[in-house]
């Protein structure tokens, strides 16, 4: 089993956390992992992505190559777009729906749909942001989109859920509880 995933989004909306949660949950696993990531300008609303690649073999590179990557999570649609050359044949792309507007010549959003899902046959677009809020807790809507994602890693969700104990268990039951509700979007 071989998994490269993309994750991708601006600074603040948790994509270093669900590259956590999924290295976690892989080792959890048995698996190998190796990831990359950029967050240097995320403290400007910047581009935040990390590479991740996962497999049940050793792994010599943590940078995924173009044309390889079988899954982009994107946190913003735009970004989502902004990776599509990586992404293989048969990739994946599920992305939130709702744009952070942080430039003023951001595009139209149907336009961005639209180049998405000539780009992927399996595009999922989650308003992640509504989904956390009605479950109760906005700030889990990345939570809401790894668990969206998750069927395309490989990974079980016992192990995701082992993977999400561990790291909010230091906040509380509550929180733990809130992002496993979180992650399975009920």
């Known amino acids: 089993m071989t998994r490269n995933v993309i994750i991708a989004g601006v600074g603040g ?3 270093l956390t669900i590259a956590s949660i999924i290295d976690m949950a892989a080792m959890h696993a048995g698996l190998k992992v190796k990831q990359a990531e950029v967050h240097g300008m995320s403290q400007r609303g910047g581009e935040v992505q990390s590479h991740l690649r996962i497999s049940d073999k050793e792994i010599y590179s943590d940078l995924i190559p173009l044309g390889q990557a079988d899954l982009i ?5 735009m ?3 902004r990776y ?3 992404l293989s044949e048969n990739g994946a ?5 709702e744009p952070f507007v942080n430039i003023p010549n951001y595009p ?15 595009v999922i677009l989650v308003d992640a942001s509504a989904i956390a809020r009605q479950l109760g807790n906005p700030k889990s809507y990345n939570i809401v989109m790894l668990g969206a994602a998750a069927k395309y890693t490989g990974i079980d969700n016992a192990d995701y859920e082992w993977s999400i104990k561990e ?3 230091k906040k509380g039951q509550e929180i733990v509880d809130l992002n496993i509700k ?4 009920k």
């Open 167 to 169: 790291l909010f268990g």
């Open 13 to 15: 909306q948790g994509i």
């Open 182 to 185: 979180a992650f399975y979007n």
């Open 73 to 77: 999570l994107a946190v913003e649609p």
């Open 108 to 122: 139209d959003t149907q336009d961005i749909y639209s180049e998405l899902k000539k780009a992927a046959k399996d």
């Open 93 to 97: 792309i599920v992305t939130c729906s």
């Open 79 to 81: 970004e989502a777009l």
């Open 84 to 86: 599509v050359p990586y």
